[in-house]
């Protein structure tokens, strides 16, 4: 294992060194507080997300159950440093593994490891990844189901089954895709296979089930058990994915640049593929097809059913996540063209150091260390951001911390993803958590209308959020009174003065206190 755990090290020292580690912030601020109140349930006990988390099974309910029995031996912090390490691990050796088995070349998986962590972030179409700046539940996924593919590529469909259950455990979507896209391969399998191999998709598809189920038969019933009285699809469709992440849904609203490195990939790995089949240097050439022609099909469903006809149901499968898989594929068939572009002399180099157990190991270590080191320096200075307003954001967190009733609960711009987390105090809502529940996100939507009214523009996403943080700046005394009645804050954070002697005051930032009658939210 010292070659995969000398890759896996490399990879993650040059991906802290260009995007840096990121903690208790944007994606996490569905965890963190969760979590935190899970430890103490009188945190968060006004705060109308996190209670709706708690009330109820979740998208996020079994990562933070397990970041929970972490926790109770480990800081916060540590908890989730140490998920982001194990699924950083995950990924990186099940990347390196498929490399092995699809080219039999380790040069050439070391090369894919890099590419795919390091190098292409967000080389995929709906501006998903494997890997991220913080520790997200769909790393766990993607690493659990890298890993269970590569099970069904060594006809080992039992822990593959109990490999993609289990990522469907930690993020839904990415493990039900990896299991529809892994059964559509073993069936496609079939007619060619061994007697004995005939019955493999079967079992599959049983042990994936029975494994899955814990996860996504409560999900259903909280989604389509009871429906919102008086929404249409249209107001949801829109509420997700126009309004909220348009960048995940609608192919219009993807980035040209994001466009343009899938289609390079596209067509340097299908080129890669093609020439080492010809060459008999891949392996797997018919199960890889299978798998690039079916994530071909979804993203066309996905395209018809948001862009041409929208279907809610579909869209929420949010089947662009496929190219994230199709990001691998054919990343290793780049890597392996290039091992062999490689001049004798350089490839001498990485071949002896990943067949040199001595070396291989003290360079794993020492790369382990490094990592280590600019994660703890990351998590001191989050962002590395020196800038005033960092610095003032970090100063209020730290006041609302310690100089406010645990209880208190704050409007903030919408745009802030970080207070909630490292205040440990409610707010009213934000832009960045969202329930995925039907009449949750109905709700959300009120809350941030109320707050910050901008009305329902064509295309959302982050474009809109200087918009949102305008509209809540430009609220006055008057209008946010009766605001703090209806959803019981008592402290306001914001740039733009109030007529109010503020309780807390920076030349960027201010909180006021309002009246004492705003009553508590209902949880």
């Not at 990121?22 to 109140?37: G, K, V």
């Not at 990186?92 to 498929?98: G, S």
Request: aromatic content about 8%; proline content about 8%; overall charge positive.
């Amino acid at each position: 294992m010292l070659p995969p755990a000398l890759v896996t090290a490399l990879a993650l020292v040059l991906y802290l060194l260009r995007f840096s580690y990121d903690y208790a912030a944007s994606d996490q601020d569905e965890l963190i507080p969760f979590l935190l109140h899970r430890l103490d349930p009188s945190l968060f006990a006004h705060d109308w997300f996190v209670q709706t988390q708690a009330g109820s099974f979740n998208v996020r309910t079994y990562v933070v159950l397990l970041l929970h029995g972490l926790a109770l031996v480990l800081p916060v912090w540590a908890a989730v440093l140490t998920l982001y390490v194990a699924a950083w691990t995950l990924i990186a050796t099940a990347v390196y593994h498929l490399g092995r088995l699809l080219t039999g070349d380790r040069v050439a998986a070391a090369l894919a490891v890099v590419a795919a962590l390091a190098l292409t972030p967000q080389w995929t179409l709906g501006g998903n990844d494997l890997v991220h700046r913080m520790f997200v539940p769909s790393m766990l996924a993607w690493g659990l189901g890298l890993w269970g593919l590569g099970q069904a590529l060594r006809h080992r469909t039992e822990p593959a089954a109990l490999l993609l259950g289990l990522a469907t455990w930690a993020q839904a979507l990415v493990g039900l895709q990896l299991a529809g896209l892994t059964g559509l391969m073993l069936l496609a399998d079939r007619r060619s296979a061994s007697p004995q191999r005939r019955y493999g998709p079967a079992r599959f598809a049983a042990l994936y089930v029975l494994t899955a189920a814990p996860s996504v038969v409560p999900l259903l019933l909280l989604q389509y058990g009871s429906p919102p009285p008086g929404a249409s699809p249209d107001d949801l469709f829109y509420i997700q994915a126009v309004f909220r992440t348009p960048h995940h849904y609608l192919p219009s609203a993807f980035p040209r640049r994001a466009l343009l490195r899938f289609g390079l990939l596209l067509g340097l790995g299908s080129g890669a593929l093609a020439w080492l089949h010809r060459r008999g240097q891949v392996r797997h050439v018919r199960r890889l097809g299978v798998l690039l022609l079916a994530m071909a099909g979804l993203c066309l469903l996905a395209v018809v059913c948001t862009e041409l006809r929208p279907v809610l149901a579909v869209a929420e499968l949010q089947l662009f996540k496929t190219t994230v898989l199709a990001k691998v594929i054919l990343l290793i068939g780049i890597a392996r063209v290039a091992a062999q572009l490689l001049p004798a002399r350089l490839r001498r180099l990485p071949e002896a150091l990943l067949r040199s157990r001595r070396r291989c190991g003290m360079a794993a270590v020492l790369l382990a260390a490094l990592a280590l080191f600019l994660m703890l320096r990351a998590l001191e200075w989050p962002g590395l951001s020196r800038s005033p307003d960092a610095v003032a954001l970090r100063a209020v967190e730290a006041w609302a911390r310690t100089a406010t009733p645990q209880d208190a609960v704050f409007a903030v711009p919408p745009s802030d993803d970080r207070f909630r987390s490292r205040a440990q105090r409610a707010i009213v809502v934000n832009f960045k958590a969202f329930p995925h529940q039907d009449t949750a996100m109905l709700a959300w939507f009120e809350r941030l209308q109320a707050l910050a009214p901008i009305g329902r523009p064509p295309r959302g996403g982050a474009a809109i959020l200087d918009d949102l943080d305008r509209a809540f700046e430009h609220l006055t005394l008057a209008e946010l009174l009766p605001l703090s009645q209806r959803y019981g804050f008592t402290y306001v954070l914001r740039r733009t003065p109030l007529p109010l002697d503020p309780v807390y005051a920076d030349p960027s930032v201010q909180v006021y206190r309002l009246p004492d009658d705003a009553p508590l939210p209902e949880p």
